[in-house]
DNA sequence: GATGAATGAGAATTCATTCAT
DNA sequence: TATGAATGAATTCTCATTCAT
């Protein structure tokens, strides 16, 4: 039995000064990172930077993470994985359509207003390059959210609408309106949530058939 | 009469060898830089690796571009000023709001689809990270598609929306739908444009009312 | 009790391998620098000249210095830093005109032949280019001739001489006059010394009297 | 008998148009040079900043010159052109040793001071680096005071000095006093060579007997 | 595990110079 | 002779990564 399985199966040592400096350390490095990316965009960022930003020793780096990239990806990851369970269980325990299209928005709209800092490191305001990283929790969510229409779709709360176009609206709506929300006083994520549900509840049962729907007459 | 003083009274001067090769040869460069994007994707791509792409020496590339932005930005500047025009003269003509968005999405799908390069240059297909950079000419196409808005607002074909929330999730379902689209064989710019014409045109009349709307029941 | 804290208690601590070896690399840099400047000449020299002439790799070189700039500067400062007390302590112990004027010229000739190949950095004799920096360090040089020379005059021992002046001149003699000493087979420090003390020493008395000085008929 | 020749001697083509713009174009280059070393400092000038601050093409330049080492020796040529006659004949109508040092010092220091710009570009206040370039008019021109020394000593002027050494103080004391003057506002010319010329006519019969002197008893 | 200096490949960029126009 | 874009060698410098301590 090996040292490292020792441990984590101990349970009166709940947290080693190593494991807890561990911890930290990723912690530190993230946050450095966080703040890293949103001062000089992600692509601007080198590895270096962000270790200057920490009061680590650069080799102490590459014991958390082998590249930038990877430390966007857990940012990114991070967040996702905050806000997917908040979405999913939203949109589970919606009984209408409008509880399932408002309770995304407005939870995500949400979460967006309160972890303003990490979404801008993705849409960096002063220079114009935009980033976005899909990294396997994000696309994860992305895919929940379709099969959540689908479920949906056959509970026969939603029409048959085509689950991957509408998803990929939801999504497209969702970050555009969230960074344009953030520029504006004048709009909080209620107003923002509010517009995007009209928008969406107005449209669904419209839209064209989807492909795993029954009979219909999809088409232009 | 000198060779010189001929050519530049000539009134269709076929534009000196010199000037025929400074077009050329920033030609040739975004052309490179095009497919070196699309291969590689923004985030890898050096400027080495564009003038590999040349048959130009590497000192030729600083007198066209000064670093991969500029001619990024020239690449995504040349899109925006080829589909630009087309967009707004498909709403400035549209006479209902279907025409309207009917006209802006299959536009912009029809375009997307045969540029594909071009799109995917945004997104590398082998890696996680999606890029856009909003050019000065991209940002003034988005606030032309907001201005289009208010103005078919004023013409009474619009309900009083909030032209800028409208803007951003057009913006939003257009990128998100036609990257979407790139990827299915079973969809192609007409049934995109189809959904997402759908979509907007039963939502529009739901919206709440815009900064500019009369009175209306707007509001979360 | 671990390494580190017993390395670190130890009074005699041997410094480190680490540390021995930044020591090292300094210096490995600093002796190539003065080579190739004395080869190539100031002005002909490049950072990868000096790396080459090292055992070191090109970033290490960066670790050190920022550029050939920042070097040579550390190689005419620690010359100044070797010479400026000697020169000092040879004029603060000075008992007339002839000790202060001899002492100064005799240290600097001698430290001028015992140290050539740094001082030829400044001149490549094979073209005509000469250079000198004014380091802080050698500013303060030229500072502390004039303030000995003020407080040779505050104690009588000076007439009251323009002291800024006077120090020009003699910097002036004694950087010029090394000059031509290297080239001859003829004369030496001692020569040189005498011949610039000779100088100094009957010039003295008929200098007219500088800003600080008493009543006097000075002026052309 | 070639175009050239035939031109340069026909007393009727005093300037064919070629030949002032070419003149023109020599001195467009040597002012613009003048500048830009005053701005740059020699060391960091480029032959494309000189170009840069020049109305011509690139290609233009090399018409002229060949790098900048050869514009700056122009000059320095062209300076040391101007002022070598008139130190020499300062010197030949000299009746007296006086007559001599201040003769050459006054000629010197108001050549500098009304030169200022020029003098300037080889120390240049702004930065550390001084750099001084020795071209053949140059050290032509110290050769003549060299001689102008043994023709004074012969003709019974000077007392039996080292000429070489004696030639050195005055060149050293010449460009480092000139300097502190410039930095000055309580010294010109006059202040200058009277400083000068004080020290050197005090010193001079103290100075020990040069090389070609008769017999004496030289040395330390 | 932490440290931080060394490494050296390679990226960005400049520059003197050429040469077709 | 003037022009000015093209050239590509050369230089500066950064960076991710390693590894002895």
Same mark, same amino acid.
């Given at each position: 039995?090996?040292?490292?399985?020792?441990?984590?199966?101990?349970?009166?040592?709940?947290?080693?000064?190593?494991?807890?400096?561990?911890?930290?350390n990723?912690?530190?490095?993230?946050?450095a990172? @966080?703040?890293?990316?949103? $001062?000089?965009?992600? +692509?601007?960022?080198?590895? &270096?930077?962000? *270790?200057r /930003?920490?009061?680590?020793?650069?080799?102490?780096?590459?014991?958390?993470?082998?590249?930038?990239?990877?430390?966007?990806?857990?940012?990114q990851d991070?967040?996702?994985?905050?806000?997917?369970?908040?979405?999913h269980?939203?949109r589970?325990?919606a009984?209408?359509?409008?509880?399932?299209?408002?309770?995304?928005?407005?939870?995500?709209?949400?979460?967006?207003?309160?972890?303003?800092?990490?979404?801008?490191?993705l849409?960096?305001?002063?220079?114009?390059?935009?980033? @976005?990283?899909?990294?396997? $929790?994000?696309?994860? +969510?992305?895919?929940?959210? &379709?099969?959540? *229409?689908? /479920?949906?779709?056959e509970?026969?709360?939603?029409?048959?609408?085509?689950?991957?176009?509408?998803m990929?609206?939801?999504?497209?709506?969702?970050?555009?309106?969230?960074?344009?929300?953030?520029?504006?006083?004048?709009?909080?994520?209620?107003?923002a949530?509010?517009?995007?549900?009209?928008?969406?509840?107005?449209?669904?049962?419209?839209?064209?058939?989807?492909?795993?729907?029954?009979?219909?007459?999809?088409?232009?």
């Amino acid at each position: 039995m090996d040292a490292e399985l020792v441990r984590s199966l101990s349970p009166r040592r709940p947290a080693g000064k190593r494991e807890q400096t561990k911890v930290q350390n990723r912690h530190l490095i993230l946050e450095a990172a @966080r703040r890293v990316f949103a $001062e000089l965009g992600y +692509g601007a960022t080198t590895v &270096r930077d962000i *270790i200057r /930003a920490t009061p680590l020793a650069s080799g102490t780096f590459y014991n958390y993470f082998k590249s930038k990239e990877e430390v966007f990806q857990a940012i990114q990851d991070e967040s996702a994985l905050r806000i997917r369970p908040r979405l999913h269980e939203e949109r589970a325990k919606a009984a209408t359509i409008e509880e399932f299209i408002s309770g995304t928005f407005l939870t995500f709209f949400e979460f967006v207003a309160e972890d303003q800092a990490n979404f801008r490191a993705l849409r960096r305001s002063t220079d114009a390059l935009h980033v @976005r990283m899909d990294t396997p $929790e994000i696309i994860a +969510g992305f895919e929940e959210l &379709r099969q959540d *229409i689908v /479920a949906a779709t056959e509970k026969g709360l939603f029409p048959p609408v085509d689950a991957d176009f509408l998803m990929a609206a939801m999504v497209g709506v969702a970050f555009e309106v969230a960074e344009r929300m953030l520029r504006r006083s004048d709009r909080g994520p209620a107003e923002a949530a509010a517009f995007a549900t009209a928008l969406f509840m107005g449209g669904i049962n419209a839209l064209p058939a989807g492909r795993m729907g029954g009979a219909n007459g999809g088409g232009a």
